[in-house]
């Protein structure tokens, strides 16, 4: 495997390699990584095929090229081919010295069973031989039939990661969509949960298997606090400081932002002391970094966007191109992530990062606009 982490020093030569064509305000700050592009390479949504694992290879070399350092998969993500081929270019690059290690940012994720492409037989027997007869997953520790977060179980999964990739250390690890198990356990019983998969993933940092850990959430950390599925950051935190004390490692969280899906901007719902605030101000007053998933919505913010944004967003020629500078430009967003398996998606999204992000107050006239 590929030794080494993304490092503050690997990071800053990365983007000084850039600093011709690419604004310094494309790279925000995350320890103990160092500095990472404004936009990120997603690789969730493709078929489980060589096809697709070739349009990734090209897309992630092109990516790589252009200035963005942050590649984010998870182990379920194309049954397992996602993390395959992120490791097979970073292996190709770095043996051909066009990149070092200590330069790209790497995350993935762990708590949605996977299957494996490569398998070569049914589910079901997959499972069972592979997490229930080895003792790695017991049946009562696995919720709606597909998620699990026991210490034993990441324990296997940051192993199967870290081979997939190629790498032996990951840079950010998340726990994946914990808020899942609310729909079948008792919110005191997760946050118990939380607080042993923490345990857990500090015993790999402390190995220097992963860099750091946080969560990786579609509807927790945006959801009103009445809402069955709420994840309280403040609460999520405090677990991992129960495990840790101050100098715990969990540092990110992922969760969906675009111009669709506003909500960890506009909506009061993560209490911080004594004041309730949004999700992104919430990390910022928690010292926690986001990375902001769903930042074109699958594609459904790429065309037919309001006349309206050409005006606030200018300098840009397409709705792509619109839809995920509002994202990198919104107070508290470190990255923006969109799913790119096509060069020339690459090549369009990449324009954006040659571009400053909006100012404050050209943002706040957008969205006195809107409202």
Not at 155 to 179: C, K
């Amino acid at each position: 495997m590929i030794d080494g982490r993304a490092t503050s020093e690997g990071t800053a030569r990365y983007a000084a390699r850039f600093a011709p064509t690419v604004p310094g305000e494309n790279y925000r700050r995350l320890k103990p990584a160092g500095q990472l592009s404004s936009l990120g390479l997603g690789t969730y949504l493709g078929r489980e095929d060589a096809a697709t694992d070739d349009l990734y290879r090209r897309a992630i070399g092109q990516a790589l090229e252009r200035g963005l350092n942050v590649v984010d998969t998870a182990v379920n993500y194309r049954h397992q081919r996602s993390e395959r081929v992120i490791g097979a270019v970073l292996a190709e690059r770095i043996k051909r010295g066009e990149l070092r290690r200590d330069e790209v940012v790497v995350a993935t994720k762990g708590g949605y069973i996977p299957l494996d492409a490569d398998a070569g037989t049914d589910a079901r027997t997959y499972f069972t031989e592979t997490y229930l007869r080895s003792g790695i997953v017991r049946p009562d520790d696995v919720v709606g039939g597909a998620h699990c977060m026991t210490p034993r179980y990441l324990a296997d999964q940051i192993e199967r990661s870290r081979q997939n990739l190629g790498l032996s250390t990951i840079d950010i690890y998340y726990v994946h969509n914990p808020e899942s198990q609310l729909d079948e356990v008792e919110r005191p019983v997760v946050l118990e949960r939380l607080r042993d998969a923490f345990t857990a993933l500090e015993q790999a940092v402390q190995e220097g298997k992963i860099g750091c850990y946080g969560t990786a959430t579609w509807n927790g950390y945006r959801q009103a606090p009445t809402d069955p599925d709420y994840l309280s950051l403040e609460e999520v935190l405090e677990a991992a400081r129960t495990v840790a004390g101050d100098g715990h490692h969990f540092k990110v969280v992922q969760l969906p932002y675009n111009l669709g899906m506003t909500e960890a901007f506009t909506r009061a719902n993560q209490r911080v002391g004594k004041e309730t605030v949004p999700a992104l101000e919430a990390a910022r007053r928690l010292g926690v970094y986001v990375m902001a998933s769903a930042s074109v919505h699958q594609g459904q913010l790429t065309r037919n966007l309001p006349p309206m944004l050409t005006e606030f967003l200018p300098g840009l020629q397409t709705d792509a191109q619109r839809a995920l500078q509002f994202v990198r430009s919104t107070p508290g967003v470190g990255t923006a992530l969109v799913g790119m398996k096509s060069v020339a998606h690459v090549v369009e999204n990449a324009g954006v990062a040659a571009t400053a992000p909006m100012p404050w107050d050209q943002f706040g006239r957008l969205f006195t606009a809107g409202s």
